[in-house]
């Protein structure tokens, strides 16, 4: 079980979380290319080591987060908030 | 051997007698014995029988790492077979019995294969009964299927019991700022000095008793007393008869607390397990160490046990287990159990394997009547249910010769110590091999993971004490408390080298030498499968079975791999381990489900209006979580009759159904039109105010995710609705949008579907209904309430509600919202409506033949492999906008138009039924995957037949005048159907409309 703190509720179980997909992916404009979609919606690198991840903290806040992680160690580098917005009001406020 | 309990001495409670059944005779113990201890004071010498060629067995340790004396506890429901005599705690009414063997343990008929052992050596089984005529003549597996079950039926250990558990298992969490795993010397000192550093402590110990090795030593326990209560003072939480029995991740461990295995009569409120989840910020692990055998002739007889079991029998438990004892050894920790079993009685002679005894060891036997002869060692037990005598091995050179033979009845055997490494193992931390202690020692770990004691490798008492001081201090530091730092002194390991000594063997001489008694693994077995090409321990593990027991090698790894690398030529270090995986001992899956069984298997959820439907008659089913009313019978009526009446009365006047299980989203902001333009496949920009539409959503990949409607309130307040399966999903998807990709977009979705209750009222009565519920009825009239019009009323009885004129039956309805404490008001009312009209309550049977009959999908058929043309509603598609899934959705594969599609089915021969999940195939040629499947049936009452909506290749103009089969193989005959337009019931839509 790992533990992930969440910067709105603090270090929580990770069974309050769910997986949420590749961090570092910029989805497309809804009229890109087919291409751009293919890529962002199907390629993934298997990343050995820090992998930048969404999870959403779904039996908490809910907020989603971009969490930084080792896929070797899950040591867990970073938290923020996902929604940028969000992110700057805590940033502020700490 | 000849046990018996001794006048004094031991921490047993002498004046408090327990009675307890063995096989089936009532014998006495006493309280603070140990299963074991209390059969070995009454000198029961057999207490099992082995795995493959059923050896009769006895105690061979005092631990967790017992093999011989695994017995079955309790009767009836509560029989739990497999335990481990020496953890069993004593208590009065015990009842244990012997297990694997007929009619007993003693005398057992099973015994008649370790005439035959030499046919059973590993990988017997495959090799014979595998691939070889006459057993497999083109029969695949399937005879040695048929054998192994015979074989199974021999081999094997005790029986769990058929019945349900009956008793209660708990979760619980819990957090600290330290845990400590083992309360012995080095670990007691670990949590007190932590403690004293203000920090929380947990400290956990799997025996009942706290003090690990203080509790075996030859002393008044008066150093033990004094730590306990300085711990009880320094407010350490400890936790006896609880196992941590797994590390995990950031600090988390897994307990398992047996709360009420040790009891006669537990009070019903109590769980019999308790599974702790604990997390803590530092780990201390003084875990200890196993004493290890050697391997020798018949190493397994009762009254072969290790050195240190015999002094724990005999310091503890008040128990001399033997009369005239060997003990052979090749450490120093031999001596001391030398001297104690001498000095309660006992003739011993040591056997100790080096043939130099440094002066300073061989004088801790002075005054002693202990004889010691160095340079040997123990080769073969003599006896065939117990111990007889003992030829012994002379060291010869590298090797070993024929010795003497010992009278005895008693052998004791120490091979050194392996440190209880697997906890750090399951952390990742590889252990290392230390050819000076000859064991492994807990690998690095960057985990705030400390070892302390004889867990890594630290033998003395007093060098655990300090060794669990520097423990508790490291990691009150690491938490920032400022602790003078304690660092190791003097030697960590043996004060006289220990000399390697793992399997006595003398030239020409045929043993049968036990490496893993539990599996029945022999010397010879791992010779074999090194001759059989299996050059890695792993390898080794999986041909033998060695270490796979429910001891998980804690007996034989270490010895199997000495002898692995000897046959290789190599070093121990370079054979390697295997890794150690949780759990320490075994769990109960009872412990691992906790309170999620029978009803509370899993969440169930209720809608608020469920007392107002079971008052009603209903029957209910469930739904996902939900339960959901399944068909209202009135008395006498067959479900069929129930439903059939249901869907019949919705036709032709009125009926209600309780749709508060559908997920309800309020999506509320500006840009709230913006944001459902963009997830919807059907344009949203101009939905007017006070109009519901029915939109498709679709995943990124241009699969449909989820359909239902949404009602716009206000100019910039939407309600959502969505399926009862996807409700949840579809909620984590829009926050994931807003959060991750459009976060410019001011919009907040809020989950309402607590907090409204929901009832469906359909069919062409069904505005009559509304207009005797509501206040003010012009507001439901067909100009107010047009199709798929919305409007906020009130209901007669004051509720306040939300109306959508929307229809999932395909007749004129409407679906009435409520906040959710006023369903049973809502419900009265539009029953009392409902009634006088000869209206009907319908269920999910209903809900399915209405919407069946009119071709509408659910999540049944949205199973995410369906594109919004499969569905049929490639209509709903806008090509005037942009939104989610419109790019990959056009992929030319997505589009090919042979493409599974929805389509109606009828049965040809109107009188014939078919069943949901069934394939459809051509019906000149029924196999393989077909052409498509079914998903749903009912009987249908408009049509007088059977009817089924599914998808099949190309959908129904591909299939007009083409004979289709329907193939279920399993259940019953073929049969011969009709491909039809999903659209069986009203395909033009003229009644919804009224």
Redo the contacts between chains.
Sequence with gaps: ???IPCPYCGER?HSEF?Y?GDGSIT?P??????AD??E???ERENVRGLQLE?W?H?MGC???LLVERDTM??EIHSVR??????AAVLEEKS | MTARRLDKGGRIDRSHSLKFSWDGRKIRGHAGDTLASALLANNEQILGRSFKYHRPRGIMSAGVEESGAIVTVGEGARRDANVKATTQELFDGLVATGQNAWPNVRHDAGAVSNLFSRFLVAGFYYKTFMGLPPFEWGEGTGWWMRYEKIIRRAAGMGTASREPDPDNYEHAHAFCDVLVVGAGPAGLNAALTAARAGLDVVLVEQDFEAGGDYLNQASDGSRLSELLSDLETAGVRLMTRTTAFGLYDHGTAGLLERVTNHLANPSQHMPRQRFWTLRAKQTILATGALERHVVFGNNDRPGVMTAAAARTYLNRFGVLPGEKIVISTNNDSAYIVAVDLAGSGAAVHLLDARSDIHADLAATLKGSDVHLTSGAAALNVRGNKGVSGLETALSSGMGWRQGGIEDCDLVLVSGGWSPVVNLASHRGAKPVWDGNNCCFLPGQTSEPVHMAGAAAGIWQTTACEVSGKAAGAAAANALGKSVATISMSGSAGWAHPISALYEVTVPGKKLKSFVDPQHDVTADDVRLAHREGMVSVEHLKRYTTLGMATDQGKMGNVIGMALMADALGKDISEVGTTTFRPPYTPVSLGALTGRNSGEHFRALRRTPMDRWNRDHEATMTDAGLWHRPWYFARPGETIKEAYIRETTTVRNSVGLCDVTSLGKIAVQGPDATEFLNRIYTNPFAKLAIGKARYGIMLRDDGMVMDDGTTWRLSETNYFMTTTTAHAAKVMVWLEELLHLRWPDLKVHVTSVSEQWAGCAVAGPKSRDVLAACVEDADLVSNDSLPFMGVVEARLKNGVPCRIARISFSGEMASEVYVPSDYAPAMMDLLWKAAEVLDGCLYGMEALGALRIEKGHVTGVELDGRVTIEDAGLGKMASNKKDYIGNVLRQRPDMMREDRARLVGIFPKDRSQTFNAGTILCKSDEVSGHGEGWITGVTYSPTFGHWIGIGFINGGHNAWQDKSVTVADPVRRENVDVEIVSPHMYDPDGGRHLG
Excluded: K, N
């Excluded at chain 1, 404009?29 to 087919?34: E, F, I, V, Y």
């Design positions: 079980m790992i533990r179980d769910t949420g989805y404009a809804l009229d890109a290319p087919m979609w293919l962002a919606v199907f969404t959403h779904v809910r907020m989603w160690t899950h908030a996902a929604h940028t917005g969000l």
